[in-house]
Structure formats: C-alpha cells, structure tokens
C-alpha cells in the first residue's frame, strides 16, 4: 500500500479528541488519524438495520375515519369550557 501524505486542517474540537486518542494509546499522528478515519469510512460489518419494535394496540376506540371531525369537536368543547370558566 502507498502511503500519501498530505495537510490537514482539523477543527479545535477534533484536535483534542485526537490528542486524546493519542495519549490514551501511545500513538503517533498519523496512526491516531488513520485509525479515526478507518473506523469512520468503513463500511459496518454485519450491523442489522435500526428497527423500531410495532405492538398492537387493538381495534380503536373511535372512528377512525371521522377523527378530524371529532378533533374540532373536542376542540370546540374545549373552548366553551374555557370561556365558561372566564365568567
């Protein structure tokens, strides 16, 4: 493999972290680096897709089909509740 070298320009925040990795385990620069980019670039061996676990909630306690009249509904009692209670 050929090695490339190159400037790079890193971000305060990045530099400590790196300065960090770099003492932690008594690494150079260019190993620090080239570890922090392997790990980033890498594509992830056998990660399963996030997914979001579904549970039945059972048949619905209204109609469903007449929820945004029912939504007005609810918030036109609500609003008479609110004036009531101003007087």
């Known amino acids: 493999m050929q ?3 190159t400037t ?7 530099r400590v972290l790196l300065e960090r990795r770099m ?3 008594g690494l150079s620069f260019g190993e620090a680096l080239n570890g922090a980019l392997r790990s ?18 059972g048949e619905p306690a209204v109609p469903l089909d007449k ?7 609810l918030e036109d009692d609500e609003l008479v509740r609110r004036l009531a209670a101003r007087k």
């Not at 790079?8 to 990045?14: G, W």
């Not at 929820?67 to 509904?73: D, G, I, K, M, T």
Request: hydrophobic share 45%; no cysteine; aromatic share 6%.
């Open 67 to 73: 929820a945004l009249r029912l939504a007005a509904e």
């Open 23 to 25: 003492q932690e385990r």
């Open 40 to 57: 980033a670039l890498a594509p992830e061996q056998g990660a399963e897709p996030f997914a979001t676990p579904t549970f039945s909630m």
């Open 8 to 14: 790079v320009t890193l971000a305060p925040d990045v």
């Open 3 to 5: 090695r490339m070298r």
